[in-house]
């Protein structure tokens, strides 16, 4: 099984895809574990976890000044359970670039690099429940500090609430 | 930042003779040449720390946090901040939003895509036209369709206009707040000329559900061509009056000149987008940079600022009121003719003729309203030019009818970042300026 698996990945490794944009070519280039892909028509880029302020920080350097959003998407059975996805703005070049990081719980915060990134984060920390180490404050944001559990992972039922209405008798 | 050597430095007290020191002196920060490069990148923004240090001088009667909101009328909403103040001057802030959180992404994974426009429009409430033509175009990314050019123009029409009755609002409320009430009642009185015609078109005045995945719900309506012309005739007018009253009145110059003031390095650097990046002029308009929904074929500019204050910002929105007046009569008089809905059968439901002689266009019809189309796997982030910046849609699908995950790139809630910023070091009377001026809308912030 371990040859079987390995002949695939030495022939991925020598027909690595690159954009044939220059500037996401030379951003992604020194990343050799970061792979390249279109979804419907847009660029993404999938990391390793560990390097994601890495890329972060030469991607800032590349001219993506503006981090437009962070935020997560749960897989539920997948191993690791969630993706982080951030997406990148380059005022310079008109570019847009979304980065993708699969995670089971601990990502680096991008704090330090976009400024931006602090409610974002602390958003998909509430939602998620996902341990952004490095950032400053990592409280929760839209749910009440007393709340229980992160509601948008897949296992919290949606649920609701008995709402009574003064004339709910009458009208049956 | 790389560029922070590049930047035009300056010095306080140095400014053009025209700046109103008396306001401007507590807001500003010192910057000069010789700061080392790590202090520049603190002061740009790039670097945040914590720099507030604790003066033993002030003594404790001085020094209070204030709790201002979430019930203030002039927060814009159940907006709630904690003030720290030392005398009169604001020397943090910070907001605390979640009061009008309501899982507006939850409730969209349980929601079809046909019925994910009723969710979004609720979004923010001043405009809703563009949460919904945004979660469409996500739609139709991952669908791969192309909705027809009489959907498009006729998205394009709305959504100006509703850019128009949003920022109708921001300048009545920041005229509300600094206490000229006059402008309240005029702005909200145009703006209702406005959502009359889109009470005419659409059947409400707020949460629309018209822009739907595959094109619009229904055609224009009979006489919108006379409607939309005398909306422009009026608004042009008027909001040059209201201009005129506004932008050499003493009174309103004192309060909004060199008050909130935000450098376009802090923008950036904090993800702040629309109107508050672009008064500190920073040319970045996604309808330029990114065209959707055949707004390139129309002629406008983009209004900038200079100095990024509460002046600059409103100045911003007005002109960007005259802009979309620009946009809306291009876009009225080069309206096409044809389908307002997409072809595609699949996300488009039969018309209405047809389900009356076949069996078929009455099971699909049913189909569509019950199940929902089918959207292939994939994901896709979308955004579009909001009245308050850029407002975004990621949109994840499994091939199944309902949405995976929908996360909303909400403009509001990037750009309260901002506040702890304009506000530092900056009067406490200035506070409901710099709130206004930022135009938050809580439904949007808060999702």
């Keep these: 099984m371990t040859d079987q698996s390995q002949t695939p990945e030495v022939a991925a490794e020598e027909t690595r895809l690159l954009p044939s944009d220059e500037i996401l070519k030379g951003l992604i280039e020194p990343f050799a574990d970061a792979s ?17 302020r890495a890329f972060g920080e030469s991607a800032l350097q590349g001219g993506f000044e503006l981090l437009s959003d962070v935020t997560a998407v749960d897989w539920l059975t997948r191993q690791p359970r969630f993706d982080v996805v951030v997406n990148l703005v380059s005022l310079e070049h008109r570019l847009r670039l979304r980065i993708i990081v699969q995670t089971d719980s601990d990502v680096p915060s991008l704090v330090t690099v976009w400024p931006g990134a602090n ?30 559990g992160h509601p948008l992972r897949k296992d919290f039922a949606v649920g609701s609430v008995p709402v009574q209405f003064k004339a709910s008798h009458k009208v049956r | 930042m790389t560029k922070s050597k590049d930047v035009d430095l300056w010095i306080s007290g140095t400014e ?59 927060t814009h909403g159940v907006l709630r901040l904690q003030i720290e103040l030392e005398g ?35 979004m923010d409430y001043l405009a809703s036209f563009h949460n919904e033509h945004c979660y469409s175009m996500a739609v139709e ?31 009545a409320t920041n005229g509300m707040d600094i206490g000229a009430v006059s402008i309240m009642t005029y702005g909200f009185r145009d703006r209702e000329q406005i959502l009359a015609f889109f009470e005419k078109t659409t059947g409400v005045r707020m949460n ?85 929904a055949g707004i390139e074929q129309f002629e406008f500019e983009v209004p900038l600022g200079t100095r990024g204050d509460v002046y600059d910002r409103y ?97 509001s809630f990037y750009n309260l970042q901002a506040l702890p910023i304009m506000m530092a070091d900056s009067l406490v009377a200035d506070t409901i300026a710099t709130i206004a001026s930022l135009d938050p809308v809580m439904g949007d912030v808060d999702r």
């Design chain 2, 141 to 171: 990314r991952l669908l791969g369709i192309e909705v027809p050019p009489r959907a498009n123009t006729i998205r394009v029409l709305l959504t100006e206009l509703n850019r128009i009755s949003s920022h109708l609002v921001a300048m």
């Design chain 2, 315 to 411: 100045r911003v929105r007005i002109e960007e009121i005259l802009q979309s007046a620009r946009i809306v009569e291009q876009a009225a008089e080069a309206m096409p003719k044809g389908d307002f809905r997409s072809d595609d059968r699949k996300v488009t439901p039969p018309p209405r003729m047809r389900i009356d002689q076949s069996m078929e266009a009455l099971i699909h019809h049913f189909k569509i309203f019950t199940e929902g189309f089918r959207v292939p796997a994939g994901e896709t982030y979308v955004a579009v030019e909001s009245p308050r910046g850029e407002l975004g849609c990621y949109l994840v699908s499994t091939g199944e009818g309902k949405p995976y995950r929908i996360h909303t790139r909400a403009p």
């Design chain 2, 16 to 74: 053009e003779p025209d700046w109103d020191s008396s306001t401007t002196d507590e807001g500003s920060q010192e910057m000069a040449s010789t700061e080392t490069d790590y202090r520049l990148r603190e002061q740009l923004g790039s670097v945040v720390t914590d720099d507030y240090v604790f003066d033993d001088e002030i003594s404790d009667d001085e020094r209070m946090i204030v709790n201002m909101g979430p019930q203030h009328p002039s």
């Design chain 1, 119 to 148: 409610y974002a984060e602390r958003e998909a920390f509430d939602m998620f429940g996902i341990n952004f180490v490095d950032h400053p404050d990592l409280t929760r944001i839209l749910m009440p500090d007393e709340w229980e």
């Design chain 1, 36 to 52: 390249w892909a279109t979804s419907a028509g847009q660029d993404v880029v999938t990391l390793p976890v560990d390097q994601l």
């Design chain 2, 208 to 292: 629309h559900n018209f822009i739907r995945p595959g094109g619009i719900a229904a055609d224009l309506p009979p006489g919108w061509r006379a409607d939309v012309k005398a909306i422009l005739e009026n608004i042009r007018r008027r909001v040059v009056d209201y201009d005129d009253m506004l932008k050499e009145n003493p009174i309103w110059n004192g309060r909004t000149r060199g008050v909130g003031i935000i450098t376009p390095e802090e923008c950036l650097a904090y993800s702040i987008t629309g109107p508050t990046l672009r008064s500190a002029g920073v040319d970045w308009d996604l309808r330029k940079a990114f065209p959707y």
């Design chain 2, 88 to 122: 009169e001057i604001i020397r943090r802030t910070k907001p605390v939003i979640g009061y009008l959180h309501t899982g507006m992404e939850k409730t969209g994974e349980e929601l079809t895509f046909m019925q994910g426009p009723t969710n979004v429009t609720r």
